[in-house]
Every structure is written in C-alpha cells, then in structure tokens.
C-alpha cells in the first residue's frame, strides 16, 4: 500500500466500499489517473486549487503533462485545440464553480467547433449544493453545463470513475465530436477502494469513433448529381481536417479534377497553391458553381446559409453534402444528395465511383476559375511587398507569408478582426491542420491556449498572429509559454485598437473611445518580465527577420509589428453583420 493510499483510509467517505486496513488501496484521484492513462490521454490542461490541486500533482507524478494556466478559459481552449489536432478528446481540468464557469465557455465553443474535449471540474459538497446551503465555490455545475456540451456525467462513486471516464471519451469523439463535462464531487476523490477492484472498474474503450459507413444508394445518388455538374465545386471543411482522411481527400480531389475551396481551418489540408485551389477566386466560384459538395463544411453563416446575393440566382445551386452527423442536412438549404458517414469512408466510397467513365469539368469552368484565380493573385502581389513604416496590414502580413512558405510544418494561429481576415487570405498554408483560428463562433481569446496546445501536442513551432484586442483576451499566458518554454512566436498586430486606433471620444473628454488602447504600447516587454525573447518591428523586414530568427531558436518570443492605426476596416471582413445606428452617425 502506498502512504499515499494509507492515509487515505482515514479519509474514507460513508459511501464508498468497505476497506480493509491491510488491503492495497486505491482511491478516487487514483483511479481518475489511471482511467484515463489507460485511454491513451497524456496531457492534462489546467489550473489547480480545491479540490483537484492533488489529482494534477499525482497526474505529473505518473508521468502524465500537465500544463497549468493563468485561466481556466485559456486552459480549455487549449484542451479543445488538442482534441481538433489529435482526435483524442483534450481533458481540461477545473476547480468548482468560478473556475469551472471559466472553462465553460471553452467547452461551448469547442462543442460548437465540433471539437472533442473533456471538461474535468471538481465541484462542492452534494448534499449542502443541493440544499442551498452556502458550501464553499457552492453551484450546480452539472446542470448549468448541460445544455452547452454533448453530455454531461457526475460520479459519486470511486468504483463507477472507470465507466465514466470511459462515456466521457465515448461521448467526446463518436459521431459529431464536441465537449464533454464530467463532474467530480471532492468527496469522490479522496474515497479508498481495494485496488485490485479499482483496476478492474476501469475501461478501455474499444473503437471510441466507430467508422459510419454511407449507405450504397447515397453515394450514388451523389455521383449522380457531381456527374450532372458543369460548373461543380468541392468545399473542404474544418471537419475534413479533423477527420484526417488526407490522402482519401487528396486523392478525390485530384481523380476527380474538381475545383475546391478550403474554410479557414481546412487551409492546407491540399497546399493552397495546389491548381485546383479556388481560394483567390472564391466569390466567382461561389456565386457561379452549379453544384457544390460540402465536405466537412456547414452551410452556417460562414458560408452566408448556402443562399442570398453570394450564391448567385436563387435556385441555381445544387447541394450535396457528407457529414457525420444527419441532423446538419437540410440545415439552411435542401441538400439533394445528403451523404452521412465519416468523412474517411464517405471519400473513399465516392472515389472509387470516380472510374473510367468519369469526364472531368468542363474547361470553359476551370480555365475561368484559372484566369480569375491570377487575376486576383497579381493585383494582390505588389500590396504584400510594400516595406513601410508604419506597416499596413498587407506588408507585415507579406512578410509572415513568407515565413510560414518556408515552413510549412509550423503551426499558425490567427485572432482578430483585420488581423484574422486578411491573414486568413494572404497566407497560403501547406499541410493539413496547420491553421488554427476563431473557428464557428469568432471567439476572441483562443490565442494563447491554441498556441500552448499546439506547442505541447505535435512539438512543432507556432507562430501566433494577434490583433492586439485579441491578444488581450489571453495574454497572461505569455507568463505560461515561458514557463514551459514552449517554441512559440507570437505577433502582435498592435494598431492601437479594436479593428483601428483612430476613434476619439466624440464628447471631447477625457475618457479614449471604447475601441482604442494605450497607444503605442510595447507588448514586446511583457515576455521580457518573463525571460521570453521581446522585439519590436517597425518594417515588414525587421518583422521577417526577427520571426524567422524565433521560429528558427525555438525560443518563446513576442513581437510587437507596429501597425498604422488608420489601417483597418470596421469588423475587418464582416462589417455587413455589425448593425449601426441611424440615429446618431458615429465615426468609424
Ligand atoms: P467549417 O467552419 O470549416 O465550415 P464546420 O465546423 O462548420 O466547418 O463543419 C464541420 C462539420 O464536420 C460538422 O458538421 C461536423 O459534424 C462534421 N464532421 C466532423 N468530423 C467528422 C467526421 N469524422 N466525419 C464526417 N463529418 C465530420
Ligand atoms: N469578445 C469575444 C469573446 N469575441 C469577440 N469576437 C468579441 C468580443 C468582439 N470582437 C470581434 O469580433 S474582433 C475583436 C473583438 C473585441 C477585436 C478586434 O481587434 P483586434 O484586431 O485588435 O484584435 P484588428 O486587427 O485591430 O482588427
Ligand atoms: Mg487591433
């Protein structure tokens, strides 16, 4: 028996199992360890306090990492991140009701995001939670999570911490990923069970994401419609990403000859330098393509619902569409050929209907696509080599463009306004999975928990770039990439404000409007407090060679890029979506 077990003894609660001193023990912390260890999950995202301050130091005693953050919102971003790049669910780990509702938007966005995750909080007494009588960090968790995730689990018993960990991971990854809140009271914790029981309680989940096969007749029902194309158009989504079905998408894509735009998250997953890419003609392709196939992809507001003035003619569009989960057919628009599967078998399936009668698209289409594609692509070029001081959005963002071209492994995420829809469109990424963004919601605050996840799970570099709002959100995290001394670079985009720093107190007062910060702020001197590497860059040169140096030193750097504040545009791309005031003008 371990002293730790020994002890534990004298803490035993009235319900747990009756125990004999001279057993080999084990107790709650324990077994939450070894269940998820046994289900394949290494690292811990965090921070500690009442009542799992132990579970995190015995996880790092056996072996597990555990990241501990400044915020539990930044720890569960980066447990979400970790689920999207591994297809494992990322496990986040809370302390009861404040720090619990901080992870909880986290677990809300990556269940939005369609992104596996587990939720661990500790949580207060049940029986004074439940009769309102004033417990310390008093809440019931359990209720205010579950509208908001997948499911939702509370253990009372130490021998019945197996079953739930194991319909934690279940539930996180089988048919449409998303989050998923497991509710540990303190009392579970310290419960002692004999070990050789403890160890039999546990599960390890066999096929957590069944493969979902597409039904014959759906597949050829799809064919159909793809072969009645003219102008056909294939949309990869950020699901496709996660699915990791590259060489399955790769190879449809290219059998098939078909044009294909990427979402955000999706950039990469075929290099958007490959021919077929339709990214710097996406407005032609969607307003103009006859039939679209959606892969991974939802019609949400992301891609205007699949209807209005970017679709072209009402009416002039057919849909098919794969997805994992059936309900997301006919969301927003009627889906001719629904597809429902994993995205890996429903590829597969397609592809080997892409045979000797199958004709590629019709010239007339792609070689319009081609030519607006270059079009596009030289008007752009001049804008990204402009070496200014102070630099606008396009010269810095064509320094890191060329950054991130010679190194296509690095791992790029992107928060902000101007800062994440200009870089979303001006730098090209190569490899799957290597974009990581404000995804479904355009959360503000995903930055540095991203990048410490992206860090931690592939072991890559990570080049952040931050509007300097966004940055805010999480920026105490700095302190944590430092710490861990994690290989990450972060850019701050610092115009001074949120999407310009130009507004002004239209009183005269004293108060700076609500959209602009301390101007001129070095950022670059928080990392120094910390050890980390601090610049600043004034030109897209000095940008260029101070990130390629960080990137190549591995060393946690932050560079403040100096940004004209008279630059950007209100709410950067989606100002359409931002109501104003026809009462009263206001500057923007
Ligand atoms: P984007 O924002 O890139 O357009 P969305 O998040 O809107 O992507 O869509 C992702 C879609 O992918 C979701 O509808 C989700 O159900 C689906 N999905 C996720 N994983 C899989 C998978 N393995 N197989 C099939 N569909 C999947
Ligand atoms: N809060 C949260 C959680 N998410 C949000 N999206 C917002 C607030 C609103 N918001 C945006 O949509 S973008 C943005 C905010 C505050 C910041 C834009 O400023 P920035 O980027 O400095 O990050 P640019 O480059 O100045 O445009
Ligand atoms: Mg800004």
């Known amino acids: 028996m371990s002293n730790a077990a020994a002890t534990m003894v004298k803490n035993q609660a009235t319900d747990a199992p009756a125990v004999d001193a001279r057993q080999e023990l084990t107790d709650g912390f324990q077994l939450v360890i070894d269940a998820l260890k046994l289900n394949g999950i ?42 999207f790049l591994t297809k494992k669910p990322g496990v986040c780990v809370t302390v009861s009701a404040p720090g619990f509702l901080n992870g909880l938007t986290a677990l809300a966005n990556a269940t939005t995001n369609c992104f596996p995750m587990i ?91 069944p493969a979902q096969l597409p039904a014959p007749s759906a597949i050829a029902r799809a064919l159909d419609v793809l072969k009645g194309a003219s102008r056909p158009l294939i949309i990869l989504g950020k699901g496709a990403a996660y ?104 590829v597969s399936a397609l592809l080997a209907g892409i045979d000797g009668s199958w004709q590629a698209p019709p010239a007339e289409w792609t070689g ?60 090209d990424m190569y490899q799957p999975r290597k974009r990581l963004d404000v995804g479904t919601w355009g959360v503000m605050g995903i930055g540095m928990g991203y990048a410490v996840a992206a860090a931690v799970e592939t072991g890559k570099p990570v080049l952040a770039i931050e509007g300097d709002s966004a940055f805010g959100f999480s920026g105490m995290e700095v302190e944590t990439v430092c710490r861990y001394n994690l290989p990450v670079c972060i850019v701050i985009f610092n115009n001074n404000g949120i999407y310009r720093g130009t507004d002004v107190n239209p009183t005269g007062g004293t108060d700076p409007s609500p959209m602009v910060f301390v101007p001129g702020s070095r950022y670059d001197k928080m990392m120094e407090a910390f050890g980390g590497v601090g610049v600043q860059a004034t030109t897209p040169d000095e940008l260029y060679r101070a990130v390629s140096e960080a990137m190549d030193s591995g060393k946690p750097t932050l560079i403040n890029a100096v940004i004209d504040p008279a630059a950007g545009t209100e709410s950067g791309n989606i100002g359409s979506l931002n109501p104003t005031s026809s009462v009263r003008k206001m500057p923007s």
């Open 119 to 209: 939720l661990i909080s500790g949580s207060s007494e049940r029986e004074i939670v439940d009769l309102q009588q004033g417990d310390y960090e008093e809440m019931d968790q359990l209720a205010i999570a579950k509208p908001l995730c997948k499911a939702a689990f509370r253990v009372l018993h130490a021998q019945d911490i197996g079953i739930a960990v194991a319909r934690a991971i279940r539930a996180a990854v089988s048919g449409r990923p998303g989050g998923v809140y497991l509710d540990l009271p303190a009392k579970l914790f310290s419960q002692v069970m004999d070990a050789a029981e403890g160890a039999k309680s546990l599960v390890k989940v066999i096929d957590p994401a």
């Open 42 to 83: 290494e690292n811990l995202y965090a921070v500690p306090g009442i009542p799992i301050s132990d579970l995190l130091r015995m996880a790092q005693a056996e072996g597990m990492r555990v990241v501990s953050f400044r915020h539990e919102q930044n720890a569960g971003n980066a447990a979400a991140i970790a689920g």
């Open 243 to 346: 699915a990791q079905a590259d060489d399955e998408i790769r190879a449809l894509v290219e059998k098939s000859g078909l044009p294909f735009l990427q979402m955000s998250m999706a950039k990469g997953l075929l290099p958007d330098t490959h021919p077929q890419s339709a990214g710097a003609a996406r407005s032609m392709v969607l307003k103009e393509a006859d039939v679209v196939l959606l892969i991974g992809a939802r019609l949400n507001w992301l891609l205007s619902h699949g209807k209005g003035k970017s679709w072209g003619e009402p009416g002039s569009k057919k849909f098919i569409q794969i997805d994992i989960e059936p309900k997301e057919m006919d969301s927003n628009v009627e889906i001719v050929a629904p597809v429902v599967g994993d995205i890996g078998s429903c």
């Open 368 to 427: 319009a696509i081609t030519a607006r594609k270059d079009a596009n692509i030289a008007k752009m070029a001049p804008k990204l080599m402009k070496n200014t001081a102070p630099m606008d959005f396009h010269g810095a963002l064509g320094a890191l463009r060329r950054v991130v071209k010679e190194r296509p492994d690095a791992i790029l995420v992107n928060e902000g306004a101007n800062t994440l829809d200009l870089a979303r469109g001006i730098i």
